[in-house]
């Protein structure tokens, strides 16, 4: 189905790995310590932004002074706590196996790359790619193309062969601002 494209880009929370619930659990186990809430129906804007990103949102809603860094610090040790526990994968990983060989494949994604590659080395699936590009890989995070860009240079092919495949409107964004076909996983 995908042969036209040279290479496949795949985000990864909630698009080839179930992270979201853990992620979710992680935010209100930190932030209940601070006397914060996470609204889950508010974030869903946010998803594929990276953490400090996302702390930052939060702390501003809550009118809360206090470093975005460390709060975000505090979360992402809980959630790496918690996810090797959790985690599986989502049914497009099977477009990842049948693509195994055939095309070269990445992983754009707003988490951290040691993140990114401890899950997939976890569940078996990190020689399935040729590269992972993470939050501190680009400046410019998703709605920013940059992500998928550094993607399509790591498989040493042009952006507009690839197609990308994304559960969130910042990455879907992002992929078409690169040139890209782009599959939105939620309507698949």
């Not at 197609?163 to 078409?176: K, L, N, R, Y």
Request: aromatic letters at 8%; one cysteine or more; proline letters at 5%.
């Amino acid at each position: 189905m995908y042969d036209r494209y040279q290479g496949l880009i795949f985000d990864m929370d909630g698009t080839i790995l179930d992270t979201e619930p853990t992620h979710r659990a992680a935010w209100h186990q930190i932030l209940g310590k601070y006397g914060m809430t996470y609204n889950a129906q508010e974030m869903v804007a946010y998803n594929g932004a990276p953490i400090e990103k996302i702390a930052a949102v939060i702390l501003a809603r809550h009118n809360v002074d206090m470093d975005p860094k460390a709060l975000a610090t505090e979360k992402l040790a809980l959630v790496e706590e918690m996810l090797f526990d959790t985690v599986k994968p989502l049914p497009l990983i099977e477009v990842v196996k049948a693509y195994q060989g055939r095309r070269p494949m990445t992983v754009g994604t707003g988490s951290p790359r040691h993140l990114a590659d401890r899950l997939l080395r976890h569940l078996g699936l990190r020689d399935y790619f040729v590269g992972i590009v993470g939050a501190e890989d680009v400046l410019h995070h998703k709605p920013f193309p940059d992500t998928f860009l550094r993607c399509a240079q790591l498989m040493q092919v042009a952006p507009e062969t690839c197609v990308v495949f994304e559960d969130a409107d910042f990455g879907i964004e992002a992929a078409q601002r690169a040139n890209m076909a782009v599959v939105d996983v939620r309507t698949r």
